[in-house]
């Protein structure tokens, strides 16, 4: 039940490197998207074309004993956009299973349905910087829960003796399955934007047409724009000839 996607928004890595897996040859990049459905399967029911929706950027063997236990986020035949040599979602359309995709309610834009992802009880570190996982571990409450979602270098120096004194509670979530919720990120993170619970719009900080997508590459490995401020997310809005 696969479905044809016009990709509007993405989000995308300047360096080709999930975890320990890495890349050196030429690739289409773009992860997290959002975009808007062009066509559908005869088999897809749930969405239909013209509905705005946000993806989980990977395709899932749906056979193994990990798919088949629900925890499709350990696949290890996903073939997963931007990684391992698969080409990413940067290009107008883009074609995957109607399951992990997420239909937009019409107060959410698809600039923040390109971001939804995962949530001082409870710390979620998405960024993978060791600075952030290292704060994080400290803000956490004793007996508290922490979460690493963001992949950064495989190897991050822990403060081990703050997670012994507090007896934190670790946890890894890979992808977009169960994770650190249950059912799954997607459908819970875009009602809580709808709730007005989260607010994404505040880390887009800057935005680059697709003709400066060089400029927005370095603004991410920089980490600040070319108007000096220092750069959260960085968008490249991808507006295709007749689309408004």
Request: net charge positive; proline share 6%.
């Amino acid at each position: 039940m696969d479905l044809d996607r016009r990709i509007r928004t993405v989000g995308y890595w300047y360096r080709i490197q999930a975890g320990k897996d890495a890349s050196n040859k030429p690739i289409v990049l773009g992860h997290e998207s959002a975009g808007i459905i062009t066509k559908v399967g005869s088999k897809v029911t749930t969405l239909k074309v013209g509905d705005r929706v946000a993806m989980e950027p990977g395709k899932y063997c749906l056979r193994c004993e990990f798919c088949k236990a629900g925890s499709y986020s350990q696949c290890q035949n996903v073939k997963c956009a931007a990684a391992e040599g698969v080409d990413g979602t940067l290009h107008a359309y883009y074609s995957l299973p109607a399951d992990v995709c997420y239909k937009l309610p019409d107060s959410m834009s698809l600039e923040e349905g390109a971001l939804p992802g995962r949530g001082i009880d409870l710390v979620i570190d998405c960024s993978g910087a060791p600075v952030c996982i290292q704060t994080g571990i400290f803000l956490a409450k004793r007996r508290g829960t922490y979460v690493q979602v963001g992949a950064g270098t495989p190897n991050v120096l822990v403060p081990m003796i703050t997670v012994f004194v507090k007896e934190l509670r670790i946890k890894g979530s890979l992808r977009y399955g169960p994770g650190c919720y249950g059912p799954g990120c997607y459908g819970m993170t875009i009602d809580l934007v709808h709730q007005g619970r989260v607010q994404l719009k505040p880390l887009i900080t800057h935005r680059f047409p697709f003709n400066q997508a060089d400029l927005a590459f370095k603004t991410t490995k920089d980490g600040v724009g070319p108007d000096g401020k220092l750069a959260i997310k960085t968008i490249i809005p991808r507006t295709l000839p007749g689309v408004v």
